[in-house]
């Protein structure tokens, strides 16, 4: 599960190695493959390590803070945190178990070095009585076998890029600095931030930068703690704890992921997913960010750089549905603390995003920063948060019901929030919006916003019982049927056979294979299969599916897109509805292998390169191969599962409660549709 | 003076001193508040990281929220203790209470506090870890340093500058009391 890694020509002798090290590698190196990433991350923040040891991103205090190290976005500027060996030859690398403890073997010229990183998560029966600090970053290299030197740089640029640092040295403590983004940026990521350990470090540089090597012979090892504190004191653990923290952290992530039980296919690429997506889980709040990164763009040359370090109801709510057919119930119900803290200022009405404490999303503004591979811009703060997106409130009110339905409970705030949402949606539907995939259009009638109006609508229907929730069944039926009416008139075409993306247009959308999962029609109704046609002639490039027509004008934003995963995701998800297994497992393996080493997944795929594209890792994309791999485990009449189960704790449990039974005479035009609107 | 006329005075005095604790204590409980909220202001604000609370609470406890619950009431308690020190060295310094001389007394009292009592915790501070030895399993706490300098360059200003709108509060408000 390697791969080698690219690698200069061994040079002949060590002071060839201190002359390399005297330039600025920065500077030299080219930027590393997207794929070439894993990530670390405690839960609050996350840092991407590449294939050769080089911490190039990571926001304290949290995702969305602004940037101490950002390599990835300008290798001269962006600052970065290097460990590796010289004369790598190889490098393999693997999580530990069902953690997200980074563990890389190098193979060097004279002998091979592990590597163990994370950042420190402690179960609540560790760490004791002692003080904890408020972000860990470690990092353990052993010499397994012969002898190899380490190399270690420490370059952090606050503020994306914009400010330097002065780095001092604190006796026995360590290298010590001063965090300060700077005013564009509020207090906001301001602190302090040590690094100490078993390595001799020398500044550089002006103090801006540390450097060290060190000659590690057989069963060496260097220990090396990055301790971060916000506005309180720092709290530093000693080095000598580097080893038994990492295994702490490993544990807490092992008993984590030990909470799923998914025992159904694919299960090492879904609990994979599944650490992934609470990698990007703000602890404190509840709240999920869609990406680790901004500006990875999704196409080179285009102005696809989005920043997607924000929570967006959408995404959180697509997420949470999936950890909750795993068995994950605590994240939602934060999740819906979180929602009710989120929205009460602009309560009934949702915004599109916020950020992890619920707050809005700043303006959009473009960094000093050159961008990946020079493929500006790189922004920070996101413009779409200003739109409408009626979609939002479906996919929050489906959470709501799959939760209730699962036994959760809540409070009555949350029941009035849920109550106040739908009444929203009766009063907003009729109006044009942006849609899911953001459209920087003037607002059309999106059709997926609308069966997301008909599904949030339903699922009050479903659970208004249940919650004792005060609503007028017979009008808010009414209403219901009114949606559907609107859908089948306006947004199917007769002529293409198939549903379009927005009234009165002409182009699939791929979110319209969610109307099967929705329960808003059966997979196998003429409509469908239509659009399915429709969506493989149009958006298709083998396994892969755009989410429209490419070159097109359907979103107004310059620059090709290219594949999205998540909604390659949905054709196993819509297939299976089908009862084509074989040809949804096939699409699933094709996808999977679309994987990093480690199992991550970008925004989208580059079709002709095969290369990740967008924002990573992704939360989106891992919510669409969970959402495929427990399609594939509902359903195969061999296992002697039944259709609509899923194996989740080794026990049954209804899957998607979606009503998949629906009949043609529902549809307008069968005479009948409003009365039968209901099952 | 009859038995009974002694009482009566001996009773006036009492509740005047009790009137007086009484107006201390007030005093105190607001110069406090306005001391550790200028601290707490300046610690949100990213001004200084020093976080008094917690100092002292991790003198009894490692649990973070525990120490700084303890520590806030001990800083408290320490906060409305010393007003009586200063009651006492306005009524019996000759100069009288007043703003100014609050002031001057209050910039004294957070220079000792920077230049005594921070040094001297350092060295009895169970969790306050050193320069000379680095961390251990339990001294894990970043120490202040000179003039608590290790919490920011402007930990001095800001510590001195709450201590200066103590000194000044209690300073206004004992003169309405002398």
């Given at each position: 599960?390697?791969?080698?890694?690219?690698?200069?020509a061994p040079?002949?002798?060590?002071?060839?190695?201190?002359?390399?090290?005297?330039?600025?590698?920065?500077?030299?190196?080219?930027?590393?493959?997207?794929?070439?990433?894993?990530?670390?991350?405690?839960?609050?923040?996350?840092?991407?390590?590449?294939?050769?040891?080089?911490?190039?991103?990571?926001?304290?205090?949290?995702?969305?803070?602004?940037?101490?190290?950002?390599?990835?976005?300008?290798?001269?500027?962006?600052?970065?945190?290097?460990?590796?060996p010289?004369?790598?030859?190889?490098?393999?690398?693997?999580?530990?178990?069902?953690s997200?403890?980074?563990?890389?073997?190098?193979h060097?010229?004279?002998?091979?070095?592990?590597?163990?990183?994370?950042?420190?998560?402690?179960?609540?029966?560790?760490?004791?009585?002692?003080?904890?600090?408020?972000?860990?970053?470690?990092?353990l290299?052993?010499?397994?076998e012969?002898?190899?030197?380490?190399?270690?740089?420490?370059?952090?640029?606050?503020?994306?890029?914009?400010?330097?640092?002065k780095?001092r040295?604190?006796?026995r403590?360590?290298?010590?600095?001063?965090?300060?983004p700077?005013?564009?940026?509020?207090?906001?990521?301001s602190?302090?931030?040590?690094?100490?350990g078993?390595?001799?470090?020398?500044?550089?540089a002006?103090?801006?930068?540390?450097?060290?090597?060190?000659?590690?012979?057989?069963?060496?090892?260097c220990?090396?703690?990055m301790?971060?504190?916000?506005?309180?004191?720092?709290?530093?653990p000693p080095?000598?704890?580097?080893?038994?923290?990492i295994?702490?952290?490993?544990?807490w992530?092992?008993?984590?992921?030990?909470?799923?039980?998914?025992?159904?296919?694919?299960?090492?690429?879904?609990?994979?997913?599944?650490?992934t997506?609470?990698?990007?889980?703000?602890?404190?709040?509840?709240?999920?960010?869609?990406?680790?990164t901004?500006?990875?763009?999704v196409?080179?040359?285009?102005?696809?750089?989005?920043?997607?370090r924000?929570?967006?109801?959408?995404?959180?709510?697509?997420?949470?549905?999936?950890?909750?057919?795993?068995?994950f119930?605590?994240e939602?119900?934060?999740?819906?603390?979180?929602?009710?803290?989120?929205?009460?200022?602009?309560?009934?009405?949702?915004?599109?995003?916020?950020?992890?404490?619920?707050?809005p999303?700043?303006?959009?503004?473009?960094?000093?920063?050159?961008?990946?591979?020079?493929?500006?811009?790189?922004?920070?703060?996101?413009?779409?948060a200003?739109?409408?997106?009626?979609?939002?409130?479906?996919?929050v009110?489906l959470?709501a019901?799959?939760?209730?339905?699962?036994?959760?409970?809540?409070?009555?705030?949350?029941?009035?929030?849920?109550?106040?949402?739908?009444?929203?949606?009766?009063?907003?539907?009729?109006?044009?919006?942006?849609?899911?995939w953001?459209?920087?259009?003037?607002?059309?009638?999106?059709?997926?916003?609308?069966?997301?109006?008909?599904?949030?609508?339903?699922?009050?229907?479903?659970?208004?019982?249940?919650?004792?929730?005060?609503?007028?069944?017979d009008?808010?039926?009414?209403e219901?049927?009114?949606?559907?009416?609107?859908?089948e008139?306006?947004?199917?075409?007769?002529?293409?056979?198939?549903?379009?993306?927005?009234?009165?247009g002409t182009?699939?959308?791929?979110?319209?294979?969610?109307?099967?999962?929705?329960?808003?029609?059966?997979a196998?109704?003429?409509?469908m299969?239509?659009?399915?046609?429709?969506?493989?002639?149009?958006?298709?490039s083998?396994?892969?599916?755009?989410?429209?027509?490419?070159?097109?004008?359907?979103?107004?934003?310059?620059?090709?897109?290219?594949?999205?995963?998540?909604?390659?995701?949905?054709?196993v998800?819509?297939?299976?509805?089908?009862?084509?297994?074989?040809?949804?497992?096939?699409?699933?393996?094709?996808?999977?292998?679309?994987?990093?080493?480690?199992?991550?997944?970008?925004?989208?795929?580059?079709?002709?390169?095969?290369?990740?594209?967008?924002?990573f890792?992704q939360?989106?994309?891992?919510?669409?191969?969970?959402v495929?791999?427990?399609?594939?485990?509902?359903?195969?009449?061999?296992?002697?599962?039944?259709?609509?189960?899923?194996?989740?704790?080794?026990?049954?449990?209804?899957?998607?409660?979606?009503?998949?039974?629906?009949?043609?005479?529902d549809?307008?035009?069968?005479?009948?549709?409003?009365?039968?609107?209901?099952? | 003076?009859?038995?009974?006329?002694?009482?009566?005075?001996?009773?006036?005095?009492?509740?005047?001193?009790?009137?007086a604790?009484?107006?201390?204590?007030?005093?105190?409980?607001?110069?406090?508040?306005?001391?550790t909220?200028?601290?707490f202001?300046?610690?949100?604000?990213?001004?200084?990281r020093?976080?008094?609370p917690?100092?002292?609470?991790?003198?009894?406890?490692?649990?973070?929220?525990?120490?700084?619950?303890?520590?806030?009431l001990?800083n408290?308690?320490?906060?409305?203790?010393?007003?009586?020190?200063?009651?006492f060295?306005?009524a019996?310094?000759?100069?009288?209470?007043?703003?100014?001389?609050?002031?001057?007394?209050?910039?004294?009292?957070?220079?000792?506090?920077?230049?005594?009592?921070?040094?001297?915790?350092?060295?009895?501070h169970?969790?306050?870890?050193?320069?000379?030895?680095?961390?251990?399993?339990?001294?894990?706490?970043?120490?202040?340093?000179?003039?608590?300098?290790?919490?920011?360059?402007?930990?001095?200003?800001?510590?001195l500058?709450?201590?200066?709108?103590?000194?000044?509060?209690?300073?206004?408000?004992?003169?309405?009391?002398?």
């Amino acid at each position: 599960m390697s791969d080698p890694v690219s690698h200069s020509a061994p040079r002949p002798d060590r002071q060839a190695d201190a002359a390399a090290l005297a330039r600025d590698p920065a500077a030299a190196e080219p930027y590393p493959d997207i794929a070439d990433y894993a990530v670390i991350g405690d839960c609050r923040s996350a840092a991407l390590v590449s294939r050769t040891g080089s911490i190039d991103w990571l926001c304290l205090p949290h995702f969305s803070a602004p940037s101490v190290f950002a390599a990835l976005l300008d290798k001269e500027r962006g600052g970065r945190y290097l460990l590796r060996p010289a004369d790598i030859l190889s490098c393999r690398r693997r999580y530990d178990g069902d953690s997200a403890v980074l563990v890389t073997t190098y193979h060097c010229r004279d002998g091979i070095l592990k590597v163990s990183e994370a950042m420190t998560l402690l179960p609540e029966d560790a760490g004791g009585e002692e003080l904890q600090p408020q972000h860990e970053l470690l990092r353990l290299a052993e010499c397994v076998e012969g002898e190899v030197r380490l190399h270690v740089e420490f370059e952090p640029r606050p503020g994306y890029g914009a400010r330097g640092v002065k780095l001092r040295r604190r006796g026995r403590l360590g290298w010590y600095c001063e965090i300060d983004p700077g005013r564009r940026h509020g207090n906001q990521g301001s602190g302090a931030l040590y690094l100490y350990g078993d390595m001799d470090l020398q500044a550089e540089a002006g103090g801006t930068r540390l450097r060290g090597q060190m000659l590690l012979r057989e069963g060496d090892c260097c220990r090396l703690a990055m301790a971060w504190s916000g506005n309180g004191i720092c709290v530093l653990p000693p080095a000598s704890e580097v080893s038994e923290r990492i295994a702490c952290t490993r544990r807490w992530w092992m008993r984590w992921a030990g909470g799923s039980g998914y025992r159904g296919p694919y299960r090492d690429a879904v609990l994979r997913s599944c650490i992934t997506l609470k990698l990007l889980t703000y602890r404190l709040s509840g709240a999920v960010v869609a990406a680790a990164t901004t500006s990875l763009p999704v196409h080179r040359g285009g102005e696809r750089n989005w920043d997607y370090r924000y929570c967006w109801l959408r995404d959180t709510s697509m997420l949470l549905q999936c950890l909750l057919d795993l068995g994950f119930r605590s994240e939602s119900a934060a999740f819906i603390d979180w929602l009710l803290h989120a929205t009460r200022l602009t309560r009934p009405r949702v915004d599109v995003m916020y950020d992890v404490h619920g707050n809005p999303v700043p303006r959009e503004d473009i960094a000093r920063l050159e961008g990946y591979r020079g493929m500006g811009p790189v922004r920070i703060g996101n413009a779409a948060a200003e739109q409408l997106q009626l979609d939002i409130y479906g996919e929050v009110l489906l959470t709501a019901r799959r939760y209730v339905e699962q036994g959760g409970e809540l409070d009555g705030h949350e029941r009035r929030l849920l109550l106040d949402l739908g009444e929203a949606v009766r009063r907003h539907w009729r109006e044009p919006d942006n849609g899911i995939w953001e459209i920087r259009l003037p607002r059309r009638h999106n059709t997926h916003s609308k069966v997301m109006c008909w599904v949030a609508l339903d699922a009050l229907l479903a659970v208004h019982g249940q919650l004792g929730l005060e609503l007028d069944e017979d009008a808010w039926r009414a209403e219901r049927a009114a949606i559907r009416d609107d859908i089948e008139n306006h947004g199917y075409s007769a002529d293409l056979g198939s549903y379009v993306g927005y009234y009165g247009g002409t182009a699939p959308d791929a979110s319209l294979l969610l109307l099967a999962r929705y329960g808003y029609l059966p997979a196998d109704h003429p409509r469908m299969r239509g659009t399915w046609a429709l969506i493989q002639r149009q958006l298709a490039s083998g396994e892969l599916l755009y989410r429209y027509p490419p070159g097109s004008e359907y979103d107004g934003v310059g620059g090709a897109d290219e594949t999205f995963l998540l909604c390659s995701y949905w054709q196993v998800d819509y297939l299976v509805r089908l009862g084509e297994y074989d040809h949804a497992r096939d699409i699933f393996e094709r996808l999977a292998a679309r994987a990093n080493d480690l199992g991550l997944l970008a925004e989208g795929v580059a079709p002709d390169s095969g290369e990740p594209a967008g924002n990573f890792p992704q939360a989106f994309s891992h919510v669409g191969l969970v959402v495929a791999a427990l399609a594939l485990a509902t359903t195969r009449e061999g296992d002697g599962r039944a259709r609509g189960d899923s194996v989740v704790g080794g026990r049954r449990r209804t899957y998607n409660s979606g009503r998949a039974g629906f009949l043609e005479d529902d549809l307008p035009g069968s005479g009948a549709q409003a009365e039968k609107e209901d099952p | 003076m009859s038995e009974t006329e002694r009482l009566s005075v001996q009773a006036a005095m009492d509740v005047d001193v009790a009137l007086a604790v009484l107006g201390i204590l007030v005093w105190a409980v607001i110069a406090t508040l306005a001391m550790t909220s200028l601290m707490f202001i300046s610690q949100f604000r990213g001004w200084s990281r020093l976080d008094l609370p917690l100092l002292l609470g991790s003198l009894f406890t490692g649990d973070r929220e525990a120490a700084s619950l303890l520590g806030f009431l001990l800083n408290f308690a320490g906060g409305c203790l010393i007003a009586f020190l200063y009651y006492f060295a306005f009524a019996f310094g000759g100069s009288g209470a007043g703003w100014l001389a609050g002031l001057v007394a209050g910039l004294a009292h957070g220079l000792v506090s920077l230049t005594v009592f921070l040094p001297v915790l350092s060295h009895i501070h169970p969790r306050l870890a050193s320069e000379h030895d680095g961390a251990g399993v339990r001294r894990r706490l970043e120490p202040p340093g000179f003039l608590a300098l290790n919490y920011g360059y402007r930990t001095p200003l800001v510590a001195l500058a709450a201590h200066a709108v103590y000194g000044t509060v209690l300073g206004a408000g004992f003169r309405l009391l002398m």
